[in-house]
């Protein structure tokens, strides 16, 4: 793996990776295997939990990271992707980036000759996907099972199948019509399922979809960049809000999961967000183990 821009890069690495990250999670790592290296990170959008788990991975490990809004770097004043990548790569190690554009994240890798990390684009949340996994495996202890992935079919879900697909986890996505995830990204999903098993499909009956359901993972209605669509996305979406009822039509003990932000009262209810079935906070912990077996493989001497 050079780059992770799409989880399609960590296809063969996927299971090292998520054993590296339980192995960092229990703090089997003293030595700082990435002193003296720097990670640029450049945002073009908001994050918390990105932002924050990197540049507290990068210096457990015994880095540094430098927070870049585009709207302090000269991109935002129309300096070519390009060129930012040849400068970025003469003084730093490795380059997550947050941007609208996928198209622009492979156009930053395309340039640097540092590993470039996908922090979020408007296709793909490959660091998201790792993270769940781990949660998945550590919750129930196997991908066995059925996820559904409830509401829009966005860069969250478009890498969730990817990664299911890869580790045999069978996917269901249950959308509005209009909402399906990325054709090409379930075309992608689909041959990769061939090996591993695992069944994927997109349903548009919600009570059918959860049916058998051992997780059920939701994500905003209204994602970054899709501010203009905001009203007509909340009427959309309503009939699949992730309440107690629709948690009840799953399987006993399912898990709730979320990649977070959540608004209460859209995509899920409070009861079912704050309550018992819900891993949400487990996820947001495990950026930072991922993230820290990502960092490690892409940036270790
Ligand atoms: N899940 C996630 O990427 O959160 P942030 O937007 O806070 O980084
Ligand atoms: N789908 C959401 C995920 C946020 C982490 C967005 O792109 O805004």
Redesign the pocket.
Known sequence: MKHLLSVCDAQDQVVQLLDLAMWFKKGKSDDKPLKNKTLAMIFQ???????VSFEVGMGQLGGHALYLSTNDLQIGRGEPIPDTARALSRYVDGIMI?ALKHEDVVELSENASVPVIN??TDLE?P??ALADMQTIKEHRGTFEGKLVFVGDGNN?CNSLLLISAILGLNMTVACPEGYEPNAEIFKKAQELAKESGSVLEIIYDIKKAVKNADIIYTDVWVS?GDEEEQEKRINDFMPFQVNEELMALSNEGAIFMH???AIRGQETTAGVIDGPQSVVWDQ?EN?LHAQKAVMYSLMKD
Do not use: E, F, I, Y
Not at 45 to 51: A, D, I, Q, Y
């Open positions: 959008k908001s994050s918390t939990r990105t932002r947050r922090g979020l949340h660091c998201q969250v970054m990649c977070l932000p947001a950026r």
